[in-house]
């Protein structure tokens, strides 16, 4: 039996215990379960939603499972048959505008979600549309959406201007429609609502945190009933008067604080914990207005979510008193690699300015720190006068996460190598509605290049790592098999061997790709599938000339 | 009928409110009574006030002295700074004896603004906190003088600041900084004292009052005894009423207005979140009562920077791809929303657009594209170019629907065509 083996079989003995806790609570529970039975199979059940890391035919939450873990059991592909892979459908988007979604797909439908908060059901076979629902709100910062969430019968999606929409999954009719932010000036959703079932409160609740950090609000983590979408409880990233870690921020300066909360929501359901990555503090570019670390900015934070409200395990801070929006915007990876000898639980993230860093889960004490992007001038701030420090504000590493792969025990994660001439302000205005910067988003001025790569979590050493001329945003997907997916700017799907870092496939989806890659099956085949689209605010001089047009495409063997 | 005000640092005063204080008879024995538990803001503005006012003493006590060594006037800026910034300071240093407390004048205002709530005198308290800033780099630069002309001048800019922390009067008789925040709101409230709403007659007995957070008048009884005043309340009218002296502070006309809206606002059933299709309508100024901005041909201009240098993020139907809307209905409702003036518009167009390579455009660019932005926005056309300077007039013209014929048609999301 290969190690990897080992560490499957030990997953899948995680999954009874978990269970166990549901049936443990009572009876009771089968009232939620119920719910979802009676409005049929359209939407994943609490088990489901458990044993989400081991289905291989669905993908029903945005990383795949509650660890944030792109991977998947799935062997049809593989490094030696994946060069047949070709395109099986695509299915063209009528929204202009980034594809930054992570497709969900359950029993054969996928949902997709567009720039402008459009929502598309469609068939996972053969890319036929089943319905639509084209929202169009008005958009107060940048057009973007990151997918959806299934629970109870519907389809949730959080909007671009601060509601969050029931809509039924079978038929796509709007269910319910409600303002879910407090200060709608500045907030607004980008990413999926994640569906959870509480075993404490035997409840289901949708896991929201609201964007608002760069316009001056302050970050929250919120959980709404799925029926009408009050709020259950909301978690404030920055600390209020009299709460620890207020200290941390000068004078009045935590109001508008940031720290929000865009990157997923990662969950160990044995160990009652929720892993967030919080946004960077604001005003982003001005430290001299917030003095002090700036308390939760930066910063993985762990919640024990054993009570009705969730509160505070540890903090791990990257970034203490950011100037340069460098704040970790992806998921964070749960999972249990080897360390020297130990098998240890880590979780896993990168940040914007370049590094990968390695918990311990259970404490959050630093395991590995690797710096994964090019770095310059980190320590100064911008100028009035403009200075040129690295990453900028889209290199290090972005939104769409990674993966570990068990059977290599290594990390896989894209990174950029982005340079910028930032200014900063003397002072900073607040302006509802706008930016609350106090300075200027850098002008970009090179290499814009990135890579992936493998990270031995044992070492924090690279194992491997494929340059491209072009940042490369896609994420990474990783298989059982042995093949890593992603996607480059550029618009190529690119499939590696996870042991070399051999590019195996690669097949140019012919428009610009940002969003992460899955893996599903349908019928019984195993698929690939990507979104691409417009650059958006990654766009570079150095991109090729290709169609803007958003497109979906799904890959499969012949 | 007996009551106390709090008793403080005596106000300064000029004109009838001297007068007028002169006959309250302020009284020293009122000076050494306790500290209340109630009105902890309001103590902790007035704690503020008085390490400002150690800062400046211990500066112009030592500049009396006339001393010939230097040591005396740096011990002067140095017990400055510790008044300023208290015992936390980084840059307090033991050994320069002051009165000040631990939290100095910057801790009080800190911890006054500390709070979610974000009351009507946090924008004199932010200003003063930022004018003792000022002071204490100042004050630090001081400590570094070698010769006594050198030390007055840079001294003489730190009191200049402190001096504006503490309050002057402006050109209108408003008192600013602390002392305007303890004459004209709530923060001058001792916490015994009894408030009343400042939108009603006064009430027979002594008391303050207040609404929406500021001090429109004080009554104190016209009977015989001592009525120290918590401070200088600022304005000039004094009447006697029913027994008492009612002083209305220099925020009274604000007050008034303010009471007025209110009075004039309660019969219609008021809706702020949800407001109908025709309070908008009526809130909106006619299209014919728009001013002409910008000239045809520099809209016509600002179309093809538009279409260079914008269209990728915010679209050409100009509702936002990477970057928000910018034009059409739902834009302007929210630009009314956050009260957005064609200033602030202005200032991000200028001075951070394009996103990634800001101020890369030319004055006459920029120019065009407000033209193309407020023509697209349904704003009519007229002789006189925008700018490529600020114009003072921008800070008070809001954006908001425009009703009325459009000057060109509009498009389904409300945006006007741009010929």
């Known amino acids: 039996m290969t190690f990897r083996n080992q560490l499957r079989t030990g997953a899948v003995r995680l999954l009874p215990a978990t269970l166990g806790v549901v049936a443990a609570l009572g009876l009771s529970a089968s009232a939620a379960l119920a719910q979802s039975a009676s409005a049929g199979s359209a939407t994943p059940s609490a088990q489901e939603f458990a044993g989400a890391a081991s289905d291989t035919a669905n993908w029903i939450l945005p990383a795949k499972s509650y660890s944030g873990n792109h991977y998947t059991d799935a062997t049809q592909i593989t490094p030696a048959n994946v060069a047949g892979l070709h395109l099986a459908w695509t299915f063209h988007v009528d929204d ?49 959406n990151r997918g959806i969430g299934l629970l109870d019968g519907n389809v949730y999606i959080g909007t671009l201007d601060g509601h969050l929409i029931a809509l039924n999954a079978e038929t796509g009719q709007k269910v319910w429609d409600k303002v879910t932010v407090d200060d709608t000036a500045n907030s607004f959703y980008t990413m999926a609502p994640v569906p959870w079932h509480d075993p404490t409160t035997n409840q289901d609740e ?48 935590w109001k508008r604080g940031g720290a929000s909360t865009w990157g997923g929501v990662t969950i160990d359901p044995a160990a009652k914990l929720m892993y967030l990555n919080l946004g960077n503090p604001g005003p982003d570019f001005l430290g001299s207005v917030r003095k002090g670390d700036n308390l939760y900015s930066d910063s993985m934070v762990a919640l024990d979510i054993s009570g009705a409200k969730p509160t505070l395990k540890w903090y791990y801070q990257f970034i203490p008193h950011d100037t340069h929006d460098w704040d970790p915007p ?159 700017l550029g618009g190529e799907e690119n499939a590696f061997d996870t042991k070399t870092g051999t590019l195996l496939w690669s097949y140019d989806t012919g428009a610009y790709i940002q969003a992460p890659s899955e893996a599903y099956e349908a019928n019984g085949k195993e698929y690939i599938v990507v979104a691409s689209g417009a650059a958006g605010n990654a766009a570079i001089p150095e991109l090729p000339a290709t169609g803007q047009q958003s497109v979906i495409s799904a890959f499969t063997l012949k | 009928m007996h009551w106390i005000f709090r008793c403080l640092a005596p106000a300064r005063v000029s004109g009838p409110v001297l007068f007028l204080l002169a006959t309250l008879a302020l009284a020293s024995q009122c000076m050494a009574q306790g500290v209340g538990t109630q009105g902890g803001d309001h103590q902790a503005a007035v704690a503020a006030l008085s390490d400002v006012k150690a ?111 503490q309050g002057r009067p402006t050109e209108t008789g408003v008192l600013a900084g602390l002392e305007g925040a303890l004459a004209n709101t709530e923060l001058g409230v001792p916490g015994d004292a009894k408030v009343a709403d400042a939108c009603a ?176 926005n349904c704003y009519p056309a007229g002789n006189t170019p925008f700018p490529k300077d600020d114009d003072p007039r921008f800070a008070k013209i809001k954006l908001a629907p425009v009703t009325g014929p459009p000057p060109t048609p509009r498009d389904a999301k409300g945006v006007c065509k741009v010929n």
């Open chain 1, 206 to 253: 949708l896991l929201l945190g609201v964007s608002n950090g760069d316009w001056g609000g302050n970050g929250n983590i919120s959980a709404y009933d799925p029926k009408d979408g009050h709020v259950i409880w909301r978690w404030e990233t920055v600390p209020g008067p009299g709460q620890p870690g207020h200290d941390t921020w000068s004078g009045d300066s």
């Open chain 1, 330 to 488: 992806m998921q964070p990876i749960l999972f249990t690699g080897k360390v020297g000898n130990d098998e240890r639980k880590l979780v896993a993230t990168g940040d914007k300015a370049g590094n990968v860093w390695i918990l311990d889960a259970g404490t959050g004490k630093l395991v590995d720190h690797t710096t994964a992007s090019f770095q310059k001038n980190q320590q100064t701030e911008p100028s009035v006068e403009g200075n040129i420090a690295c990453p900028n504000t889209l290199g290090g590493i972005e939104y769409q996460g990674g993966s570990f792969d068990p059977a290599t025990n290594t990390l896989l994660l894209p990174s950029q190598n982005e340079c910028g001439l930032w200014t900063g302000n003397k002072d900073v205005v607040y302006i509802a509605g706008q930016f609350y910067l106090g300075g200027g988003f850098p002008k970009l001025v090179g290499p814009n290049t990135g890579q992936m790569n493998a990270i031995d979590v044992s070492t924090g050493v690279f194992n491997w790592r494929h340059h491209f001329d072009l940042p490369n945003y896609g994420g990474a997907l990783t298989t059982a098999s042995g093949l890593v997916f992603s996607g480059n």
């Open chain 2, 201 to 376: 007659a006064p009430p027979d007995t002594p008391a303050f009052g207040v609404h929406d957070g500021s001090i429109a008048w004080v009554t104190v009884p016209a009977s015989d005894g001592a009525h120290a005043l918590a401070e200088n309340p600022g304005g000039t009218d004094v009447t006697v009423h029913g027994g008492l002296i009612l002083l209305h502070t220099a925020a009274a006309p604000l007050v008034a207005r303010g009471c007025a809206s209110h009075a004039a606002a309660a019969p219609a059933p008021s809706t702020p979140s949800a407001p109908s299709a025709t309070q908008h309508a009526a809130a909106a100024p006619a299209t014919g009562a728009l001013p002409a901005l910008y000239t045809a041909a520099q809209a016509h201009a600002g179309a093809q920077v538009y279409a260079s240098k914008c269209v990728s993020c915010h679209g050409a139907d100009k509702q936002g791809i990477a970057a928000p809307s910018v034009a059409g209905h739902d834009f302007l409702i929210t630009a009314q929303h956050n009260g957005w003036t064609l200033e602030i518009i202005r200032y991000l167009v200028f001075t951070m657009m394009p996103m990634n390579a800001a101020h890369s455009l030319s004055p006459d660019a920029y120019a065009s594209v407000m033209g193309y932005l407020l023509a697209s």
């Open chain 2, 55 to 165: 800062a400046i003493a211990a500066i112009t006590a030592a500049d009396a002295s006339y001393a010939t060594d230097r040591n005396v006037y740096h011990r002067a800026s140095q017990q400055a700074i510790n008044a300023l910034e208290g015992s936390h300071g980084t840059d307090y240093r033991p050994g320069a004896a002051t009165s000040a407390d631990a939290q100095g004048a910057i801790g009080h205002i800190d911890a006054l603004l500390d709070r979610t709530a974000t009351p009507v005198w946090a924008a004199p308290l932010h200003g003063a906190e930022a004018n003792l800033r000022a002071a204490v780099e100042h004050l630090k630069d001081s400590l570094r003088t070698r010769e006594l002309m050198d030390y007055q001048l840079v001294v003489s800019r730190a009191l200049a600041y402190l001096e504006v922390a």
């Open chain 1, 96 to 144: 202009p505008g980034p594809m930054e979604t992570s497709p969900i797909i359950y029993n054969g439908t996928m949902y997709v979600t567009s720039a402008h908060d459009h929502v598309y059901a469609l068939d996972a076979a053969t890319g036929k549309l089943k319905w639509e629902f084209k929202n169009n709100p008005h958009v107060i910062s940048f057009a973007a």
